[in-house]
């Protein structure tokens, strides 16, 4: 058995403190999640933990692990390295209650880029027409597709601590993989949102978005080919 200590930062809808357990193990090849767990259900049931797949599927269960922004139930004992784990909520998020934060505004942002394909009604469906796509057209956005909205790269993105307005990574990462298909024609109703103040262009290329994507997406170049695309005056 390993012994470790946990120390939780918590906060019950009026005040924030921090909290320490004492937790034995039987392997470090345990992940974060599974001792957070552990501790709700042997010492204190008041603990608030969001999540779900425990697949790295999900992404319900984001938050701050030793200074880094990760997914609990990916992140495993062994790679910390550590007898002593510190925990908060993700940076940058609203929290509703201990480590569960609020991710709406993160969604609303999603929503408002219109992360999906944009073509004529008529088109799509009073036409038997389909919309074929070339593995060299697939390959131009497969990698941002990956994207599970776990809101790690809006907790990691420096913008966003003294901007709230900054659309972010996430949602900037959805509007290049739609507009870079080549079956949609949406680029100029998003051009509209991304090439603004709190668009693209307050991004200062910081990258940690990108260094702390759970899934191998990098939001960061997405940004940078947002930027190249309004400044061709093209489409991605």
Not at 50 to 72: D, E, W
Not at 81 to 87: A, F, H, T, Y
Not at 97 to 108: A, G, R, S, T
Request: hydrophobic fraction near 40%; proline fraction near 6%; charged fraction near 30%.
């Amino acid at each position: 058995m390993k012994s470790l200590v946990v120390k939780v930062k918590r906060f019950d809808g009026s005040r924030t403190w921090w909290q320490e357990y004492k937790v034995e193990v039987p392997s470090e090849k345990i992940s974060v999640l599974d001792v957070l767990v552990k501790i709700k259900e042997e010492q204190d049931p008041t603990l608030a933990v969001r999540y779900s797949c425990r697949m790295a599927i999900c992404g319900s269960c984001g938050m701050v692990i030793n200074g880094v922004p990760r997914l609990a139930c990916q992140t495993l004992l062994s790679e910390l390295g550590d007898s002593r784990i510190v925990v908060e909520p993700l940076w940058n998020h609203k929290v509703v209650k201990d480590l569960v934060v609020d991710l709406e505004p993160d969604f609303e942002k999603v929503r408002a880029v219109k992360p999906y394909i944009i073509r004529d009604v008529k088109e799509i469906y009073e036409s038997d027409k389909e919309f074929g796509q070339k593995p060299e057209e697939l390959e131009r956005y497969y990698n941002f597709a990956y994207c599970i909205q776990c809101g790690l790269c809006m907790a990691a993105c420096p913008i966003l601590g003294s901007n709230d307005k900054f659309l972010g990574p996430m949602a900037l990462n959805a509007a290049y993989r739609w507009s870079a298909d080549s079956r949609d024609k949406g680029w100029e109703e998003r051009k509209k949102l991304i090439d603004t103040e709190d668009g693209v262009w307050p991004c200062h290329l910081a990258y940690t978005c990108s260094a702390v994507c759970p899934r191998g997406v990098d939001p960061g170049y997405a940004i940078q080919l947002l930027k190249a695309a309004i400044l061709r005056r093209r489409k991605p």
